[in-house]
């Protein structure tokens, strides 16, 4: 046997080990019988041979085991003497982090570490990115880390103290522990928003010097000088407001890491009572849409640190500059400031609306998702698809709903600042002669930064109200009540296990599950646990574990190794699922061996290093639970709790598992074992029944125990009598009876102590082997002190054994040869991995989950048209160009009528209500355009909504099986969370907004040109340089933003894995390395979205200084062109220059937003390539008459 070992020797044959005889059952012949009967004869000799060599051979590997240890003992006390001298002690035990399912940013210093004072200021550190970004598309490994202070370990050692000091507190207030977290960098966020009104303030201030220089009342070098500072100021605010910007980033992301921290944790303590009151999928959704729908919030809040103080100075200077006369604007305003505030107020409403519904689609999607196989097994999928569908409907509506309530609003921000400007000049025409041009457009340039400001405010307004009913609801969940068992603590030593009037419910006002238990185990006992289904089993561990409403004294001595009914399987390699954040050891192979699933490895494609799916979805039922089985042993604990962990096995893997894991290297260990497999009830230490909420102690004899076993033998015999009566049946089949008869006999045997039954005569043979291999295989099964090579060997051996031992009568050449290609093969296989490292890496046959496809490049004009189809095709896309160009033809026309009328070059000697009534019915028309077209967007926005959803909904329900046992779940509702929401609410808002900016800057560039035409060369330039930098960063940037998506799959497969995994997690006091491993996923996420923003800064930056170039070179070429110029068209054309400045930013700004959000539209439209099962299949009605017949057929 051991000669096989050499894996030299040539003399090896061949691999036969997946190749096995057919198998026909027929009635043996006694000529038959006889032969067979030889062959044991000559097998048992053969095998007593074997054993003697394999004794021989074990001393021999003891002997040198022996001597490694002493070696191994003396380097640990060495190794003693040197920690000791450090004064450091080393921990009895290391949780390795569990493998993230992406790759990791970079590591090592970051670009804005190593920057110096001028690329900070400038963020030239981004431009080697950008540059990389532009060239190939961008990967994780390309991204640095996040900064420090916005790293999630650094956010929560911050927000844990403040929000612990808020709960001390009769009404905790979520936002101040926030606040408290951020306020420094809030406080520079205000600095500089102080700072940058004022640099914005520089223009208007100097918009009449500038036009006294044209008109010549003031010499031409105070023009220049004024050009200048308008030059500096302008790229001094472009300085500030991306710094600004950048900072208001880092404490989005502090604010998101903090909520999103403190929510998973919370999950990880939430009480029974806690989870009556929310569900999984609300708890799901605070993470996924809630955090990031106020994530998304914060930078439009960061205008709120400048907008009042721009709005103040700009009223304080128009009183300077028209007088009383500015008081007519204020009350319009007065009136419109609640009027807006009023709508938005409607907003909260809408939104509470929309998220219960979303809460109620997503927990549908992911029941659906949890139980997908079984849905498609009964065609249920259109009934799902209705449930979902009819949520999705109701959140359409409200969005409908909330769309028009965006349109009110921004029709009051457009029509509010024109109707401001008509009550200023009504009343200063009533009081004053318009004659000065200076002060109308003067007055035009301070109402256009009201203007911009006041379309911020709506916004402004939007976001505190959708972020106040966010914080409302994640306080309320942060206040739900945690695992509070009231128990008292027991007295006890190690390994012990006592409970006195120990009482259970599952929730405060519930029934009590048992009352008054008292119960006691002994270090090193196996107490078994029996009773009828739901008599409060599996609720005992729980108690045990303080997992619900748990009253008494419980005393738990020492570490705890929990094995649930429902094996719980992390989407992770075999091997993490068994090592479970313990360091690889030598004791790894015995758990494998012990626990039945060596032969599994062999038959994975990559052996332990095979990826297993969610949920273990390309395992069967067995291995899972054998799985959870190794790892409760591997972790090597004081106390074991198993909860029936053979119901899942077959009975003959069972009883292996019973005599060489339960019953054999835990034999010292404190054993809790819940069963139903009542023929180990004789190697229990003590029993207990529960029956009636009371646990019995009870002995095989007792009445009760009398009573359970004599049903379990009335069932054993209906099976027996199932079996027979079912005639021929497969080799499989035949095993499987045969075990269970196995099992009733033992039952029987505890009933009467006697022998039952012997079997027929056809299975004396097997039988006879099967008994002469049992004892070589009980006695090489105890010697627990082998090494690990000849552990390996044995159990082979073991295993054709008991192959042998359950197969049909054999020829013996077939039987011969299937005992020697076994043997051969795991003498083979066990020297050459005794060679090979533990932990090899994975081979890709071994990988299961798929990469999430990722689109390179732009995006396409398909994913354009998926989106703009729905809203009404070229003639929506027509109309809408038609009434906005109208409504800034009327615009632009209201202000160049003032300045004619300024200088009375036309209509000379008419009224001035003649000239207001002109001015004030271009206001009213531009005004209707602004409606006409924000109402017709409204409605159009919301036909992609659905469209888009319901072709995903489809495509994803139509997916072959194949496709969810290769796709985390967390990526689908990803999609369905995270991206649906960028599909309602971001993309329509940013595309709205890049439409409606870039109608401004196209006005306004076109103003300017008509009152300077040679200036169209600077023009073009600027222009071509804003395409230039918006499309050289908008690669890079869609590439940030799809990995930011991609990223943030981990990080909800993650939570949802952990929700599922609550029991096991919590038992194996796991939560601090789960939680670790969520704050390492997310600060992944969080890298490239800080790139992301950063990168904008940067392209910011430079659309600031060209802006600057833009408004200095129209100062200087006015200026110096002041003689061939109209004072009315210059002052025109330098309030549009100012209104270019202001408005450039943000509509490069949301001209990328709307690129990037266009991913969303992107992702789920790639749903559309999945592979669908077969046409109609899904939908397809059966005959009437069906089923005719009852058949399989594969094919």
């Given at each position: 046997?051991?000669?096989?070992?050499?894996?030299?020797?040539?003399?090896?044959?061949?691999?036969?080990?997946?190749?096995?005889?057919?198998?026909?059952?027929?009635?043996?012949?006694?000529?038959?019988?006889?032969?067979?009967?030889?062959?044991?004869?000559?097998?048992?000799?053969?095998?007593?041979?074997?054993?003697?060599?394999?004794?021989?051979?074990?001393?021999?590997?003891?002997?040198?085991?022996?001597?490694?240890?002493?070696?191994?003992?003396?380097?640990?006390?060495?190794?003693?003497?040197?920690?000791?001298?450090?004064?450091?002690?080393?921990?009895?035990?290391?949780?390795?982090?569990?493998?993230?399912?992406?790759?990791?940013?970079?590591?090592?210093?970051?670009?804005?570490?190593?920057?110096?004072?001028?690329?900070?200021?400038?963020?030239?550190?981004?431009?080697?990115?950008?540059?990389?970004?532009?060239?190939?598309?961008?990967?994780?490994?390309?991204?640095?880390?996040?900064?420090?202070?916005?790293?999630?370990?650094?956010?929560?050692?911050?927000?844990?103290?403040?929000?612990?000091?808020?709960?001390?507190?009769?009404?905790?207030?979520?936002?101040?522990?926030?606040?408290?977290?951020?306020?420094?960098?809030?406080?520079?966020?205000?600095?500089?928003?102080?700072?940058?009104?004022?640099?914005?303030?520089?223009?208007?201030?100097?918009?009449?010097?500038?036009?006294?220089?044209?008109?010549?009342?003031?010499?031409?070098?105070?023009?220049?000088?004024?050009?200048?500072?308008?030059?500096?100021?302008?790229?001094?605010?472009?300085?500030?407001?991306?710094?600004?910007?950048?900072?208001?980033?880092?404490?989005?992301?502090?604010?998101?890491?903090?909520?999103?921290?403190?929510?998973?944790?919370?999950?990880?303590?939430?009480?029974?009572?806690?989870?009556?009151?929310?569900?999984?999928?609300?708890?799901?959704?605070?993470?996924?849409?809630?955090?990031?729908?106020?994530?998304?919030?914060?930078?439009?809040?960061?205008?709120?640190?400048?907008?009042?103080l721009l709005v103040i100075i700009a009223f304080a200077y128009l009183f300077y500059v028209l007088g009383w006369a500015a008081a007519g604007g204020l009350v319009v305003l007065c009136i419109a400031v609640p009027f807006n505030y009023h709508i938005t107020k409607s907003f909260r409403v809408f939104l509470f609306g929309k998220y219960g519904f979303a809460d109620k689609r997503m927990t549908i999607m992911n029941q659906v998702l949890q139980a997908i196989r079984v849905i498609k097994f009964y065609a249920w999928e259109n009934s799902f698809i209705e449930g979902i569908q009819d949520q999705r409907r109701q959140e359409v509506k409200i969005s409908r709903k909330l769309s028009?309530?965006?349109?009110?609003?921004?029709?009051?921000?457009?029509?509010?600042?024109?109707?401001?400007?008509?009550?200023?000049?009504?009343?200063?025409?009533?009081?004053?002669?318009?004659?000065?041009?200076?002060?109308?457009?003067?007055?035009?340039?301070?109402?256009?930064?009201?203007?911009?400001?006041?379309?911020?405010?709506?916004?402004?307004?939007?976001?505190?109200?959708?972020?106040?009913?966010?914080?409302?609801?994640?306080?309320?969940?942060?206040?739900?009540?945690?695992?509070?068992?009231?128990?008292?603590?027991?007295?006890?030593?190690?390994?012990?296990?006592?409970?006195?009037?120990?009482?259970?419910?599952?929730?405060?006002?519930?029934?009590?599950?048992?009352?008054?238990?008292?119960?006691?185990?002994?270090?090193?006992?196996?107490?078994?646990?029996?009773?009828?289904?739901?008599?409060?089993?599996?609720?005992?561990?729980?108690?045990?574990?303080?997992?619900?409403?748990?009253?008494?004294?419980?005393?738990?001595?020492?570490?705890?190794?929990?094995?649930?009914?429902?094996?719980?399987?992390?989407?992770?390699?075999?091997?993490?699922?068994?090592?479970?954040?313990?360091?690889?050891?030598?004791?790894?192979?015995?758990?494998?061996?012990?626990?039945?699933?060596?032969?599994?490895?062999?038959?994975?494609?990559?052996?332990?290093?095979?990826?297993?799916?969610?949920?273990?979805?390309?395992?069967?039922?067995?291995?899972?639970?054998?799985?959870?089985?190794?790892?409760?042993?591997?972790?090597?604990?004081?106390?074991?709790?198993?909860?029936?962990?053979?119901?899942?096995?077959?009975?003959?893997?069972?009883?292996?598992?019973?005599?060489?894991?339960?019953?054999?290297?835990?034999?010292?260990?404190?054993?809790i074992l819940v069963t139903n497999q009542l023929q180990y009830l004789s190697h229990a230490d003590r029993i207990y029944l529960l029956q009636d909420t009371a646990v019995l102690p009870v002995t095989l004899d007792s009445p009760e125990m009398q009573e359970m076993l004599e049903d379990h033998r009335g069932n054993s015999a209906v099976t027996k009598q199932a079996a027979q009566t079912a005639g021929a049946v497969d080799p499989g089949a035949a095993t499987q009876d045969e075990e269970e008869q196995k099992a009733g006999a033992d039952t029987d045997s505890l009933l009467s102590r006697q022998q039952s039954k012997n079997m027929s005569d056809s299975f004396s043979a097997p039988?006879?082997?099967?008994?002469?291999?049992?004892?070589?295989?009980?006695?090489?099964?105890?010697?627990?002190?082998?090494?690990?090579?000849?552990?390996?060997?044995?159990?082979?051996?073991?295993?054709?054994?008991?192959?042998?031992?359950?197969?049909?009568?054999?020829?013996?050449?077939?039987?011969?040869?299937?005992?020697?290609?076994?043997?051969?093969?795991?003498?083979?296989?066990?020297?050459?991995?005794?060679?090979?490292?533990?932990?090899?890496?994975?081979?890709?046959?071994?990988?299961?989950?798929?990469?999430?496809?990722?689109?390179?490049?732009?995006?396409?004009?398909?994913?354009?048209?998926?989106?703009?189809?729905?809203?009404?095709?070229?003639?929506?896309?027509?109309?809408?160009?038609?009434?906005?160009?109208?409504?800034?033809?009327?615009?632009?026309?209201?202000?160049?009528?003032?300045?004619?009328?300024?200088?009375?070059?036309?209509?000379?000697?008419?009224?001035?209500?003649?000239?207001?009534?002109?001015?004030?019915?271009?206001?009213?028309?531009?005004?209707?355009?602004?409606?006409?077209?924000?109402?017709?967007?409204?409605?159009?926005?919301?036909?992609?909504?659905?469209?888009?959803?319901?072709?995903?909904?489809?495509?994803?329900?139509?997916?072959?099986?194949?496709?969810?046992?290769?796709?985390?779940?967390?990526?689908?509702?990803?999609?369905?969370?995270?991206?649906?929401?960028?599909?309602?609410?971001?993309?329509?808002?940013?595309?709205?907004?890049?439409?409606?900016?870039?109608?401004?800057?196209?006005?306004?560039?076109?103003?300017?040109?008509?009152?300077?035409?040679?200036?169209?060369?600077?023009?073009?330039?600027?222009?071509?340089?804003?395409?230039?930098?918006?499309?050289?960063?908008?690669?890079?940037?869609?590439?940030?933003?799809?990995?930011?998506?991609?990223?943030?799959?981990?990080?909800?497969?993650?939570?949802?894995?952990?929700?599922?995994?609550?029991?096991?997690?919590?038992?194996?006091?796991?939560?601090?390395?789960?939680?670790?491993?969520?704050?390492?996923?997310?600060?992944?996420?969080?890298?490239?979205?800080?790139?992301?923003?950063?990168?904008?800064?940067?392209?910011?930056?430079?659309?600031?200084?060209?802006?600057?170039?833009?408004?200095?070179?129209?100062?200087?070429?006015?200026?110096?062109?002041?003689?061939?110029?109209?004072?009315?068209?210059?002052?025109?054309?330098?309030?549009?220059?100012?209104?270019?400045?202001?408005?450039?930013?943000?509509?490069?700004?949301?001209?990328?937003?709307?690129?990037?959000?266009?991913?969303?539209?992107?992702?789920?439209s790639s749903f559309d390539s999945i592979e669908s099962e077969e046409a109609g299949a899904m939908y397809q009605a059966p005959p009437d008459d069906w089923p005719s017949a009852g058949a399989i057929q594969l094919s």
């Amino acid at each position: 046997f051991f000669s096989l070992c050499d894996p030299m020797s040539s003399n090896s044959p061949p691999d036969q080990s997946h190749v096995g005889p057919e198998i026909s059952v027929t009635e043996p012949s006694g000529k038959h019988l006889e032969g067979d009967h030889q062959d044991v004869d000559v097998r048992e000799k053969e095998l007593a041979a074997r054993e003697k060599a394999v004794l021989k051979r074990e001393i021999q590997v003891v002997e040198k085991e022996k001597a490694l240890q002493q070696k191994e003992q003396a380097v640990a006390e060495t190794a003693a003497k040197v920690t000791n001298v450090e004064g450091k002690s080393k921990p009895d035990s290391v949780l390795i982090p569990i493998e993230s399912a992406s790759t990791k940013p970079k590591p090592g210093p970051t670009a804005m570490e190593r920057a110096g004072f001028f690329s900070l200021m400038t963020f030239g550190y981004m431009s080697p990115m950008i540059k990389l970004g532009a060239q190939r598309p961008l990967q994780l490994a390309d991204i640095d880390e996040p900064p420090m202070r916005v790293k999630a370990q650094t956010v929560m050692t911050k927000f844990d103290k403040l929000w612990e000091a808020q709960q001390q507190k009769k009404d905790p207030k979520l936002w101040i522990a926030l606040f408290g977290m951020v306020k420094y960098d809030i406080m520079i966020v205000m600095l500089y928003g102080a700072l940058y009104s004022v640099t914005v303030f520089t223009v208007p201030f100097l918009f009449p010097r500038v036009l006294d220089v044209i008109s010549g009342k003031r010499p031409q070098w105070e023009g220049y000088m004024y050009a200048g500072i308008i030059y500096g100021m302008n790229i001094v605010g472009g300085i500030i407001q991306s710094h600004s910007q950048a900072r208001m980033q880092g404490v989005a992301l502090q604010v998101r890491g903090a909520l999103s921290c403190v929510i998973y944790n919370k999950a990880l303590k939430l009480g029974t009572d806690a989870w009556k009151q929310t569900t999984t999928g609300q708890v799901f959704n605070m993470v996924g849409q809630r955090v990031e729908q106020l994530f998304r919030s914060m930078p439009i809040l960061q205008a709120a640190s400048y907008v009042p103080l721009l709005v103040i100075i700009a009223f304080a200077y128009l009183f300077y500059v028209l007088g009383w006369a500015a008081a007519g604007g204020l009350v319009v305003l007065c009136i419109a400031v609640p009027f807006n505030y009023h709508i938005t107020k409607s907003f909260r409403v809408f939104l509470f609306g929309k998220y219960g519904f979303a809460d109620k689609r997503m927990t549908i999607m992911n029941q659906v998702l949890q139980a997908i196989r079984v849905i498609k097994f009964y065609a249920w999928e259109n009934s799902f698809i209705e449930g979902i569908q009819d949520q999705r409907r109701q959140e359409v509506k409200i969005s409908r709903k909330l769309s028009l309530q965006v349109a009110k609003l921004m029709v009051s921000q457009n029509f509010a600042p024109s109707l401001f400007q008509l009550a200023i000049f009504v009343v200063y025409a009533l009081v004053n002669d318009i004659s000065n041009v200076g002060i109308i457009f003067t007055s035009i340039a301070l109402v256009n930064m009201i203007r911009q400001s006041f379309a911020i405010l709506p916004f402004i307004f939007s976001n505190l109200q959708t972020s106040s009913a966010t914080l409302t609801d994640i306080k309320k969940y942060l206040m739900l009540p945690e695992i509070d068992p009231n128990t008292e603590a027991g007295e006890g030593g190690r390994g012990e296990v006592r409970l006195r009037r120990l009482s259970l419910r599952w929730g405060k006002e519930a029934d009590p599950v048992f009352t008054d238990v008292e119960l006691s185990v002994q270090p090193g006992e196996l107490v078994m646990i029996v009773g009828k289904v739901g008599s409060g089993k599996t609720s005992l561990l729980n108690a045990i574990l303080q997992e619900g409403e748990v009253q008494g004294q419980l005393h738990v001595g020492g570490t705890v190794a929990y094995v649930p009914q429902q094996a719980w399987i992390m989407n992770a390699k075999l091997q993490d699922n068994v090592l479970f954040g313990k360091p690889y050891s030598a004791a790894y192979d015995q758990t494998i061996r012990v626990c039945d699933l060596r032969a599994d490895l062999k038959n994975l494609p990559d052996g332990d290093q095979t990826e297993i799916g969610e949920k273990g979805i390309n395992i069967s039922g067995g291995q899972k639970q054998r799985i959870s089985l190794a790892r409760a042993v591997y972790q090597d604990a004081d106390i074991y709790l198993l909860d029936d962990p053979l119901s899942a096995v077959d009975v003959h893997v069972g009883r292996r598992i019973f005599e060489r894991c339960i019953n054999g290297v835990l034999k010292k260990k404190t054993r809790i074992l819940v069963t139903n497999q009542l023929q180990y009830l004789s190697h229990a230490d003590r029993i207990y029944l529960l029956q009636d909420t009371a646990v019995l102690p009870v002995t095989l004899d007792s009445p009760e125990m009398q009573e359970m076993l004599e049903d379990h033998r009335g069932n054993s015999a209906v099976t027996k009598q199932a079996a027979q009566t079912a005639g021929a049946v497969d080799p499989g089949a035949a095993t499987q009876d045969e075990e269970e008869q196995k099992a009733g006999a033992d039952t029987d045997s505890l009933l009467s102590r006697q022998q039952s039954k012997n079997m027929s005569d056809s299975f004396s043979a097997p039988k006879n082997l099967s008994n002469s291999f049992a004892g070589l295989s009980q006695r090489l099964s105890s010697r627990v002190s082998l090494a690990p090579d000849t552990v390996d060997r044995l159990d082979r051996v073991e295993e054709d054994v008991a192959r042998l031992s359950m197969d049909m009568p054999l020829p013996a050449e077939l039987r011969r040869s299937s005992i020697a290609s076994h043997v051969s093969h795991a003498s083979a296989t066990s020297c050459a991995s005794a060679k090979q490292p533990p932990a090899a890496a994975a081979k890709p046959a071994g990988k299961l989950t798929e990469d999430e496809d990722r689109v390179e490049g732009g995006i396409t004009w398909g994913t354009y048209k998926k989106y703009l189809g729905p809203f009404g095709g070229v003639c929506w896309f027509i109309t809408n160009v038609l009434i906005t160009t109208l409504q800034h033809v009327f615009e632009k026309g209201s202000q160049l009528w003032l300045g004619l009328w300024a200088e009375g070059r036309i209509f000379p000697g008419m009224p001035a209500y003649f000239f207001l009534s002109v001015y004030g019915g271009m206001i009213v028309l531009s005004a209707i355009c602004v409606a006409l077209r924000e109402v017709q967007f409204a409605l159009g926005s919301a036909r992609p909504m659905w469209v888009l959803h319901e072709s995903a909904l489809q495509s994803v329900f139509a997916a072959p099986m194949s496709y969810f046992d290769t796709t985390p779940s967390g990526r689908i509702i990803n999609r369905f969370t995270g991206d649906i929401q960028d599909l309602d609410f971001l993309l329509p808002l940013f595309f709205n907004q890049h439409v409606n900016m870039s109608f401004i800057l196209v006005a306004s560039v076109v103003t300017v040109l008509i009152a300077a035409p040679w200036f169209v060369v600077v023009v073009a330039v600027v222009y071509g340089l804003y395409l230039l930098f918006a499309r050289y960063y908008a690669k890079s940037s869609l590439e940030l933003r799809r990995l930011f998506a991609i990223t943030k799959s981990p990080v909800l497969s993650h939570f949802q894995e952990s929700l599922q995994g609550l029991g096991s997690i919590r038992a194996y006091a796991q939560q601090d390395r789960f939680y670790a491993e969520f704050r390492t996923r997310l600060d992944a996420n969080s890298a490239c979205y800080f790139t992301e923003r950063i990168g904008f800064e940067w392209m910011r930056f430079r659309c600031n200084q060209l802006s600057a170039v833009m408004i200095g070179g129209a100062s200087l070429c006015l200026i110096a062109l002041r003689d061939y110029i109209d004072p009315s068209l210059a002052g025109l054309a330098l309030s549009q220059a100012v209104l270019f400045v202001v408005v450039s930013s943000q509509a490069t700004e949301f001209y990328i937003q709307a690129t990037v959000a266009m991913a969303c539209a992107e992702r789920l439209s790639s749903f559309d390539s999945i592979e669908s099962e077969e046409a109609g299949a899904m939908y397809q009605a059966p005959p009437d008459d069906w089923p005719s017949a009852g058949a399989i057929q594969l094919s």
